[in-house]
Protein backbone atom coordinates (compact mmCIF):
# COMPACT_ATOMS: atom_id res chain seq x y z
CA UNK A 1 0.00 0.00 0.00
CA UNK A 2 1.25 3.22 -0.84
CA UNK A 3 2.34 5.64 2.40
CA UNK A 4 4.25 8.43 3.36
CA UNK A 5 6.29 8.95 6.02
CA UNK A 6 7.59 12.74 7.46
CA UNK A 7 9.87 11.44 10.59
CA UNK A 8 10.06 14.55 11.88
CA UNK A 9 7.10 16.41 13.97
CA UNK A 10 8.39 19.13 14.74
CA UNK A 11 11.81 21.32 13.78
CA UNK A 12 13.09 24.31 15.63
CA UNK A 13 15.71 26.01 13.56
CA UNK A 14 17.47 28.99 13.64
CA UNK A 15 17.18 32.03 10.85
CA UNK A 16 19.77 31.87 8.62
CA UNK A 17 20.56 28.53 9.18
CA UNK A 18 20.22 25.89 6.73
CA UNK A 19 17.11 23.32 6.67
CA UNK A 20 16.25 19.41 5.55
CA UNK A 21 12.75 18.30 6.22
CA UNK A 22 12.53 14.35 5.48
CA UNK A 23 10.04 12.42 3.56
CA UNK A 24 10.11 8.71 2.62
CA UNK A 25 7.56 6.86 0.63
CA UNK A 26 6.32 3.62 0.04
CA UNK A 27 5.40 2.95 -3.47
CA UNK A 28 5.37 0.52 -6.16
CA UNK A 29 6.47 2.32 -8.89
CA UNK A 30 8.42 5.84 -9.03
CA UNK A 31 5.40 7.93 -7.53
CA UNK A 32 4.76 11.79 -8.31
CA UNK A 33 5.73 13.33 -5.35
CA UNK A 34 5.15 16.81 -3.95
CA UNK A 35 6.21 19.48 -1.13
CA UNK A 36 3.21 22.12 -0.43
CA UNK A 37 3.56 24.40 2.46
CA UNK A 38 0.94 25.54 4.69
CA UNK A 39 0.45 28.53 6.63
CA UNK A 40 -1.26 29.15 9.69
CA UNK A 41 -5.21 29.20 8.91
CA UNK A 42 -3.94 29.15 5.15
CA UNK A 43 -4.66 26.46 2.50
CA UNK A 44 -2.15 24.90 1.30
CA UNK A 45 0.90 26.29 -1.72
CA UNK A 46 2.95 23.54 -3.94
CA UNK A 47 6.51 24.41 -3.41
CA UNK A 48 7.73 21.78 -6.22
CA UNK A 49 6.81 18.55 -7.63
CA UNK A 50 9.13 15.48 -9.24
CA UNK A 51 7.63 13.89 -12.11
CA UNK A 52 10.59 12.43 -14.06
CA UNK A 53 14.07 13.15 -15.00
CA UNK A 54 16.32 15.65 -12.69
CA UNK A 55 16.47 14.32 -9.67
CA UNK A 56 17.38 17.45 -8.25
CA UNK A 57 14.09 19.73 -8.35
CA UNK A 58 13.63 23.29 -7.31
CA UNK A 59 10.82 24.88 -6.14
CA UNK A 60 9.28 28.54 -5.24
CA UNK A 61 10.61 30.43 -2.03
CA UNK A 62 14.49 28.85 -2.77
CA UNK A 63 13.51 25.57 -1.81
CA UNK A 64 14.55 22.41 -3.53
CA UNK A 65 14.29 18.78 -3.14
CA UNK A 66 16.33 15.75 -4.07
CA UNK A 67 14.45 12.21 -5.25
CA UNK A 68 16.48 9.35 -3.79
CA UNK A 69 15.12 6.36 -5.31
CA UNK A 70 17.38 4.18 -3.44
CA UNK A 71 16.29 5.27 -0.54
CA UNK A 72 12.79 5.73 -1.45
CA UNK A 73 13.08 9.59 -0.10
CA UNK A 74 12.01 12.80 -1.15
CA UNK A 75 13.91 15.38 1.19
CA UNK A 76 13.14 19.10 1.01
CA UNK A 77 15.98 21.70 1.40
CA UNK A 78 16.55 25.27 1.78
CA UNK A 79 20.44 26.78 2.72
CA UNK A 80 19.05 29.50 4.47
CA UNK A 81 15.98 29.60 6.71
CA UNK A 82 13.99 32.93 6.74
CA UNK A 83 11.41 33.98 9.61
CA UNK A 84 9.03 33.83 6.84
CA UNK A 85 9.01 30.05 6.63
CA UNK A 86 7.82 29.03 9.81
CA UNK A 87 5.24 27.42 8.62
CA UNK A 88 3.79 23.29 8.18
CA UNK A 89 4.96 21.34 5.69
CA UNK A 90 3.38 18.48 4.03
CA UNK A 91 4.77 15.88 1.39
CA UNK A 92 2.70 13.68 -0.69
CA UNK A 93 2.72 10.78 -3.05
CA UNK A 94 0.50 11.05 -6.27
CA UNK A 95 -0.80 8.33 -8.46
CA UNK A 96 0.91 7.58 -11.63
CA UNK A 97 -1.65 6.14 -13.41
CA UNK A 98 -5.88 5.82 -12.72
CA UNK A 99 -7.50 7.81 -10.09
CA UNK A 100 -4.20 10.61 -9.30
CA UNK A 101 -5.13 10.29 -5.67
CA UNK A 102 -2.40 12.07 -3.29
CA UNK A 103 -1.30 10.49 -0.16
CA UNK A 104 -0.19 13.07 2.25
CA UNK A 105 2.40 12.73 4.98
CA UNK A 106 1.33 14.13 9.01
CA UNK A 107 3.49 17.16 7.98
CA UNK A 108 6.23 18.75 9.93
CA UNK A 109 5.84 22.10 11.49
CA UNK A 110 9.11 24.45 11.05
CA UNK A 111 9.59 26.79 13.79
CA UNK A 112 12.62 29.70 13.27
CA UNK A 113 14.06 31.30 15.56
CA UNK A 114 14.86 34.61 15.37
CA UNK B 1 -9.13 34.10 -11.58
CA UNK B 2 -10.26 33.24 -8.32
CA UNK B 3 -8.70 29.51 -8.22
CA UNK B 4 -10.81 26.86 -5.48
CA UNK B 5 -13.15 28.45 -3.45
CA UNK B 6 -14.92 27.35 -0.90
CA UNK B 7 -17.64 28.60 1.42
CA UNK B 8 -18.68 29.01 4.45
CA UNK B 9 -15.07 29.28 5.78
CA UNK B 10 -16.60 28.55 9.44
CA UNK B 11 -19.17 26.64 10.81
CA UNK B 12 -20.42 25.66 13.89
CA UNK B 13 -23.27 22.86 14.00
CA UNK B 14 -25.04 20.84 16.85
CA UNK B 15 -24.69 17.01 17.34
CA UNK B 16 -27.10 15.29 14.48
CA UNK B 17 -27.50 19.09 12.15
CA UNK B 18 -26.99 18.53 8.81
CA UNK B 19 -24.98 21.00 6.45
CA UNK B 20 -23.59 20.92 2.89
CA UNK B 21 -20.11 22.61 2.20
CA UNK B 22 -18.92 23.69 -1.24
CA UNK B 23 -16.70 23.91 -3.26
CA UNK B 24 -16.36 25.05 -6.97
CA UNK B 25 -12.96 26.49 -9.36
CA UNK B 26 -12.84 28.27 -12.02
CA UNK B 27 -9.28 26.58 -13.34
CA UNK B 28 -11.78 23.57 -15.79
CA UNK B 29 -10.77 21.50 -14.35
CA UNK B 30 -11.26 17.95 -14.40
CA UNK B 31 -10.83 15.86 -10.90
CA UNK B 32 -11.93 17.60 -7.40
CA UNK B 33 -11.31 16.09 -3.99
CA UNK B 34 -12.18 16.59 -0.73
CA UNK B 35 -9.82 16.12 2.51
CA UNK B 36 -9.95 16.60 6.23
CA UNK B 37 -7.47 17.83 8.19
CA UNK B 38 -7.02 16.37 11.61
CA UNK B 39 -4.02 17.67 14.03
CA UNK B 40 -1.28 14.86 13.50
CA UNK B 41 -2.41 13.44 10.79
CA UNK B 42 -2.12 15.36 7.85
CA UNK B 43 -4.85 15.24 4.91
CA UNK B 44 -7.22 12.75 4.47
CA UNK B 45 -9.06 11.83 1.21
CA UNK B 46 -12.71 11.53 1.85
CA UNK B 47 -14.24 11.48 -1.49
CA UNK B 48 -12.92 12.31 -4.94
CA UNK B 49 -14.22 12.87 -8.52
CA UNK B 50 -12.51 12.11 -11.22
CA UNK B 51 -14.14 13.95 -13.47
CA UNK B 52 -17.33 15.25 -14.03
CA UNK B 53 -19.94 12.52 -13.64
CA UNK B 54 -18.13 10.39 -11.21
CA UNK B 55 -17.58 10.07 -7.32
CA UNK B 56 -15.90 7.70 -5.50
CA UNK B 57 -14.76 7.19 -2.23
CA UNK B 58 -11.02 8.02 -0.26
CA UNK B 59 -9.65 6.88 2.81
CA UNK B 60 -12.60 7.47 5.16
CA UNK B 61 -15.91 8.52 3.43
CA UNK B 62 -18.52 7.51 6.60
CA UNK B 63 -20.82 9.91 7.55
CA UNK B 64 -20.57 11.68 4.33
CA UNK B 65 -22.30 12.66 0.87
CA UNK B 66 -20.53 14.14 -1.92
CA UNK B 67 -22.27 15.41 -5.36
CA UNK B 68 -20.01 16.19 -8.83
CA UNK B 69 -22.89 18.94 -9.43
CA UNK B 70 -21.18 20.18 -12.82
CA UNK B 71 -17.74 20.52 -14.09
CA UNK B 72 -16.95 23.70 -11.78
CA UNK B 73 -19.06 22.38 -8.40
CA UNK B 74 -18.50 19.68 -5.65
CA UNK B 75 -19.89 19.32 -2.87
CA UNK B 76 -19.60 17.90 0.80
CA UNK B 77 -22.19 16.79 2.66
CA UNK B 78 -22.66 16.08 6.24
CA UNK B 79 -26.20 14.37 7.07
CA UNK B 80 -25.70 13.71 10.71
CA UNK B 81 -23.38 15.49 12.22
CA UNK B 82 -20.94 14.10 14.95
CA UNK B 83 -18.22 15.30 17.04
CA UNK B 84 -15.95 13.36 15.32
CA UNK B 85 -16.40 15.13 12.33
CA UNK B 86 -14.92 18.39 14.21
CA UNK B 87 -12.29 19.05 11.28
CA UNK B 88 -10.94 21.58 9.03
CA UNK B 89 -12.09 20.60 5.36
CA UNK B 90 -10.30 21.43 2.19
CA UNK B 91 -11.18 20.92 -1.39
CA UNK B 92 -9.02 20.26 -4.34
CA UNK B 93 -8.54 20.51 -8.18
CA UNK B 94 -6.06 18.72 -10.47
CA UNK B 95 -6.59 18.98 -14.60
CA UNK B 96 -5.61 16.18 -16.27
CA UNK B 97 -3.64 17.61 -18.82
CA UNK B 98 -0.25 18.43 -18.32
CA UNK B 99 1.00 18.73 -14.55
CA UNK B 100 -0.29 16.49 -12.32
CA UNK B 101 -0.80 18.92 -9.44
CA UNK B 102 -3.85 19.58 -7.37
CA UNK B 103 -4.75 23.42 -6.41
CA UNK B 104 -6.39 23.67 -2.46
CA UNK B 105 -9.07 25.84 -1.37
CA UNK B 106 -8.70 28.14 1.67
CA UNK B 107 -10.76 25.50 3.40
CA UNK B 108 -13.57 25.50 5.93
CA UNK B 109 -13.06 25.09 10.13
CA UNK B 110 -16.33 23.00 10.77
CA UNK B 111 -16.70 22.73 14.64
CA UNK B 112 -19.66 20.10 16.33
CA UNK B 113 -20.92 19.97 19.55
Known amino acids: AQSVTQPDIHITVSEGASLELRCNYSYGATPYLFWYVQSPGQGLQLLLK??????LVQGIKGFEAEFKRSQSSFNLRKPSVHWSDAAEYFC????????????FGTGTRLKVLA | NAGVTQTPKFQVLKTGQSMTLQCAQD?????MYWYRQDPGMGLRLIYYSASEGTTDKGEVPNGYNVSRLNKREFSLRLESAAPSQTSVYFC????????????FGPGTRLTVL
Open chain 1, 50 to 55: YFSGDT
Open chain 1, 92 to 103: AVGSTSGTYKYI
Open chain 2, 27 to 31: MNHNS
Open chain 2, 92 to 103: ASRSLRGADTQY
